[in-house]
């Protein structure tokens, strides 16, 4: 069974900082691997994907993630925030199989301080 | 752009009831999805569908039922509704996996208050 663990509830940050976001993953066979981010009182939408080629997959708002299969993380990062970063952010892993469906985290608030 | 849509933003009702959670997509995908989210838990798979009349049990069915008429609409049914099904409700569509994989899209969601 696939699980994904995202260990930080919230992540205060000021603006103008960096920020990682942590994902860990478990899986026993071959995965995809997204971030979505849900903007208060709105659904999910998809921020950045890792299907597979470069490990290093980048958004067109600044945020990227880096896949690394020995540590089986997917970590998103964000070198400058900004108050509209301010969000909940959701990391997910779908197996290359037949179902495509995605197993979600728990979900990490963003809150992103002027 | 695909779109997903959800009926109702907001919803009421009381115990026992009988509630319908409405949910269409307009870009011909197979693959629809209803969830719950909950603080703390993330997202819970309720349960999906890869076809019309064809559905699968997801994480958490109990208490649910769903209904797929029609390629392009989802419903999610409570039969009974009770207060620990208060929540949100999002539903999400996807194309079937060997036709690209470009996750899910998700409709805005539905807040179910049940008093």
Redesign the interface.
């Known amino acids: 069974a696939q699980s994904v663990t995202?260990l930080d509830?919230q992540v205060p940050v000021f603006e103008e900082a960096p920020v990682e976001l942590r994902c860990n993953y478990s899986s026993s066979v071959s995965v995809?691997l997204?971030w979505?981010v849900q903007y208060p009182?709105?659904?999910?939408?998809?921020l950045l994907?890792y299907?597979s080629g470069s490990t290093l997959v980048e958004s067109i708002n600044g945020f990227e993630a880096e896949f690394n299969k020995s540590q089986t993380s997917f970590h998103l990062r964000k070198p400058s925030v900004h108050i509209s970063d301010t969000a909940e952010y959701?990391c997910?892993v779908?197996s290359?199989?037949?179902?495509?469906?995605?197993i979600?985290?728990?979900?990490t608030l963003l809150a992103v301080q002027p | 752009d695909v779109k997903v849509t959800q009926s109702s933003r907001y919803l009421v009702k009381r115990t026992g009831e009988k509630v319908f959670l409405e949910c269409v997509q307009d870009m011909d995908h197979e693959n629809m999805f209803w969830y719950r989210q909950d603080p703390g838990l993330g997202l819970r798979l309720i349960y999906f569908s890869y076809d019309v009349k064809m559905k699968e049990k997801g994480d958490i069915p109990e208490g649910y039922s769903v209904s797929r008429e029609k390629k392009e609409r989802f419903s999610l049914i409570l039969e009974s509704a009770s207060t620990n099904q208060t929540s949100m409700y999002l539903c999400a569509s996807s194309l079937l996996p060997g036709q690209g994989i470009y996750g899910y899209t998700f409709g805005s969601g539905t807040r179910l208050t049940v008093v």
Not at chain 1, 41 to 46: E, S, T, V, Y
Not at chain 1, 104 to 107: E, K, L
């Open positions: 995202q509830s995809y997204f979505y009182n709105q659904g999910l939408q998809l994907k299907l959701f997910a779908s290359r199989g037949a179902t495509n469906k995605l979600f985290g728990t979900g």
